[in-house]
């Protein structure tokens, strides 16, 4: 202040570039890209100033101007990593893994010791799904950190990446061996467990994981979908009433308990359930929907089509929802009104498999638009491709068009898959009986009566014995 301003290029220079820092300490960076520019035009051989300059252009999301200026700054002063490394993060932003994985590359080999370049560089693989040379590089980096839980970490995420999964579970041991409060990695474990189909395995880490971290409600929710599915209903019930105890109004939690329940036959205890979960307050249209559906199993029908309502008033574009109704109309001999709130569900999610094979198999059974009804359940298992329910549901749309060979081949593949299900053998046996294979016919139908069908399919089977 007071003094003359200087005259020559090189203070000049170094006055606009010191007036562009005040500018970044004060965020105005429009302010700091015209100083810097100013700076260079006077004196534009300095690696720093171009360096900053790009700083800016990549805080203002302008990455192919600071690529230029990180090129330049690159040419000035070889030596200098700091280009480099920003000029991988600007080739990143703009998607050019191959130019980025090159610039860490050459920082790598400048700084063979340095652990963010190798890194950046196995981060850069993976981006580029090159997870074989992602893995290479985090082994080196292990050799470098070896008590670095990270680094185990991230490299067991490669290996399951590349479906190494056991390979994946031994580095992240190793994580918890190294850090054993490390959540993600006991979650890992449960996860990579449940690929090996070792559910008590998964539950064993998932307990670890809960452990240290008492108040995550997806792992109650994780955990309690594998006790479930490993037949502990007790610990499974235990679980969400857990969670419903710290965390009354988790929606989903009332849902998943209810289901249980229902798969109980404990229709009553599964309204309860969720009852207690809407006097709470919980205004969530998937609670609703899930009483209406508790109630429809009870044949409360006008009931759960007032939950239904309930649940649209919410969220008139929840598919799960119309769903629900369209099953219910079904159920209450209102085709159209079915067709039309599965087709809704559909457009609403063109993924939801199972409108697609409910719409495809009313279709069926009607004898109605059979070519539309193969159509739908090929896109349920487009989706879903072992689903036996829907392998029946094929079968039976190529038993209904006259089709008795393919769907005599579907049809066993469906009773292999869900040996439980009274229905597919139902559908076989009709299949067998087509065919003239009667002995096999009557094996089917038994089997069928002996699962304890619902009324209106024990009649059906009633009557096909009496045909045969």
């Known amino acids: 202040m007071g003094q003359p301003r200087p005259s020559d290029a090189f203070s000049m220079s170094l006055a606009h570039y010191m007036t562009g820092i005040i500018c970044d300490n004060e965020s105005a960076t429009e302010d700091a890209i015209k100083e810097y520019k100013a700076a260079i035009s006077l004196e534009p051989n300095v690696s720093l100033i171009h360096t900053r300059l790009a700083v800016d252009y990549i805080l203002t999301k302008n990455e192919i101007p600071a690529v230029e200026e990180l090129k330049t700054a690159k040419s000035l002063d070889p030596a200098d990593a700091r280009p480099k490394f920003l000029l991988a993060l600007a080739y990143t932003s703009l998607n050019r893994f191959e130019d980025a994985r090159k610039e860490y590359e050459e920082i790598a080999r400048m700084n063979p010791d340095s652990v963010w370049a190798l890194s950046s560089l196995a981060d850069i693989f993976v981006l580029q799904q090159k997870m074989a040379e992602a893995a290479a590089v985090y082994e080196k980096l292990i050799e470098k950190k070896k008590d670095a839980a990270i680094l185990y970490f991230n ?3 490669i290996y399951s990446r590349m479906g190494k999964t056991d390979e994946a579970i031994e580095k992240l041991k190793e994580a918890v061996r190294i850090e054993p409060g490390y959540v993600e990695a006991y979650i890992g474990l449960g996860i990579l467990h449940e690929i090996k189909k070792d559910d008590k ?3 064993r880490y998932f307990e670890k994981a809960l452990e240290k971290e008492p108040f995550n409600p997806r792992l109650y929710h994780h955990l309690g979908t594998l006790y479930y599915k490993d037949k502990n209903i007790v610990a499974s019930i235990r679980l969400y009433e857990r969670l419903l105890k710290s965390n009354p109004n988790d929606a989903e939690a009332y849902i998943e308990l209810s289901n249980i329940y229902l798969s109980r036959g404990k229709t009553n205890k599964a309204g309860t359930v969720l009852e207690r979960g809407v006097k709470r307050g919980t205004r969530d249209a998937a609670l609703y929907a899930a009483l209406g559906y508790a109630n429809s199993v009870q044949d409360k029908n006008d009931k759960a089509l007032e939950f239904y309502n ?24 209102n085709s159209e009104g079915a067709y039309k709130e599965l087709r809704e569900a559909i457009r609403l999610d063109p993924e ?15 004898g109605q638009d059979l ?9 349920a298992l487009e989706l879903d491709p072992d689903n036996g329910a829907y392998i029946d549901s094929l079968g039976w749309a190529y038993f209904k068009k006259g089709m008795t060979d393919e769907a005599l081949i579907e049809l066993e593949k469906a009773v292999n898959l869900d040996p439980e299900d009274p229905e597919i053998r139902y559908h076989l046996g009709e299949v067998y009986l087509k065919k003239g294979m009667k002995n096999k016919a009557r094996g089917e139908l038994k089997k069928a009566l002996e699962l304890k069908p619902r009324q209106d399919l024990r009649d059906k089977i009633m009557k096909s014995i009496g045909k045969r």
């Open 155 to 157: 490299l067991g995420v």
């Open 352 to 366: 939801f498999s199972e409108a697609y094979n409910y719409l495809g198999f009313m279709l069926a059974d009607r």
């Open 310 to 333: 309930k649940a649209l008033e919410i969220d008139r574009n929840e598919p799960r929802v119309h769903f629900y109704i369209g099953a219910l109309y079904e159920k209450l001999g």
């Open 201 to 203: 395995g998964a539950i």
């Open 371 to 379: 070519d539309e009804s193969v159509l739908l359940i090929k896109k």
